[in-house]
């Protein structure tokens, strides 16, 4: 997915532990449109002022479950990714996924896919014509250094579901629950989706070097005995062998788990691109207007979406999160 803000901000962005930070921080998420007036609108939880990156995690958006029959729901045009892997996740509807590789796949509900666009690649994604509600999340990992320029790769992978008492797993990205994921990732990651029946408490080991992020997707949920509402996330640092979820409600509850060991590289991250400087976002930028750095989107029928303006003055670091 694109960042289609038409003044995106610039952010510097590392995290790591702070043995003062209570055990769960609950990051609230912003609404964004996905372009014009008729446009869907996620919800953006990372990057914030209050938490930009989790483990290599650096963009979160969730949106739905909406209504697209006469909105004509998701159609984000052709767009450039660099230092980057993006992570489509559905819970309902379908999208259908053009990229410069030469990629034709669709995102449906359970089924992950994952590109890298390390030096440069482009794609679009449309919802498909018999998609009534759209409901999912889009991710991004952030690539370490010696990765950033990586060649273009798409990956799928459907897990299968994980039974645990009074709960449901389905890992996408690394290891959890005895079931570990064959998707290659550049930096050690955990992603999964988790359903939990009303009245269960779920007790998870989680490796004790990652911080978590749990993202409230439906219902409510009690994490390190911290409550969490829709569409919230809960950010937990390092040093936790376990992780407790607790489902108090009266309805299912269903969450994405993220998590990866602190991101200690500063990265630079402006629209669609995620370089080290200033001038790393400039080139791409310039790439993408003018270059064939990208490659071509075929099948698609339409314009690729123009770059936005850069700012005025050189994008400047943010400093870390605390």
């Given at each position: 997915m694109s960042n289609t803000e038409t003044h995106p901000a610039e952010m510097n962005c590392a995290a790591g532990?702070?043995?003062?930070?209570?055990?769960?921080?609950?990051?609230?998420?912003?609404?964004?449109?996905?372009?014009?007036?008729?446009?869907?609108?996620?919800?953006?939880?990372?990057?914030?002022?209050?938490?930009?990156?989790?483990?290599?995690?650096c963009f979160a958006d969730h949106y739905g479950p909406d209504d697209?029959?006469?909105?004509?729901?998701?159609?984000?045009?052709?767009?450039?990714?660099?230092?980057?892997?993006?992570?489509?996740?559905?819970?309902?509807?379908?999208?259908?996924?053009?990229?410069?590789?030469?990629?034709?796949?669709?995102?449906?509900?359970?089924?992950?896919n994952l590109m890298t666009g390390g030096h440069g690649i482009c794609h679009s994604e449309v919802s498909t014509p018999g998609t009534t509600t759209l409901h999912g999340v889009q991710l991004w990992v952030a690539l370490p250094g010696e990765h950033r320029d990586a060649p273009r790769d798409f990956q799928h992978h459907v897990p299968e579901p994980v039974q645990l008492e009074g709960a449901r797993a389905r890992v996408f990205l690394g290891t959890l629950a005895g079931d570990t994921s064959p998707v290659r990732t550049f930096t050690p990651l955990l992603g999964a989706e988790l359903t939990l029946l009303p009245g269960t408490t779920l007790t998870l080991d989680v490796d004790p070097?990652?911080?978590?992020?749990?993202?409230?997707d439906r219902g409510t949920v009690t994490a390190h005995g911290t409550p969490l509402k829709h569409a919230e996330m809960g950010y937990a640092p390092p040093?936790?062998?376990?992780?407790?979820?607790?489902?108090?409600?009266?309805?299912?509850?269903?969450?994405?788990?993220?998590?990866?060991?602190?991101?200690?590289?500063?990265?630079?991250?402006?629209?669609?691109?995620?370089?080290?400087?200033?001038?790393?976002?400039?080139?791409?930028?310039?790439?993408?207007?003018?270059?064939?750095?990208?490659?071509?989107?075929?099948?698609?029928?339409?314009?690729?979406?123009?770059?936005?303006?850069?700012?005025?003055?050189?994008?400047?670091?943010?400093?870390?999160?605390?």
């Open positions: 532990p702070d043995g003062t930070r209570p055990a769960l921080q609950v990051l609230t998420p912003r609404d964004v449109p996905l372009g014009g007036p008729r446009a869907m609108r996620v919800r953006r939880t990372l990057p914030q002022r209050a938490r930009t990156l989790i483990g290599a995690w697209v029959s006469a909105s004509g729901g998701m159609d984000v045009a052709p767009h450039p990714h660099t230092g980057l892997q993006t992570v489509s996740w559905l819970f309902s509807g379908e999208i259908e996924h053009r990229d410069s590789l030469g990629s034709h796949a669709y995102v449906r509900p359970g089924e992950l070097a990652f911080e978590h992020g749990v993202l409230v040093n936790h062998p376990t992780l407790t979820l607790t489902n108090d409600g009266p309805d299912e509850t269903r969450l994405i788990l993220l998590g990866g060991p602190p991101f200690e590289e500063e990265i630079v991250m402006w629209w669609n691109f995620i370089g080290r400087s200033h001038e790393d976002i400039a080139k791409a930028r310039r790439d993408w207007m003018e270059g064939d750095r990208f490659g071509v989107v075929t099948g698609y029928e339409g314009d690729r979406l123009p770059a936005p303006e850069l700012p005025t003055i050189a994008l400047k670091p943010r400093g870390r999160a605390r």
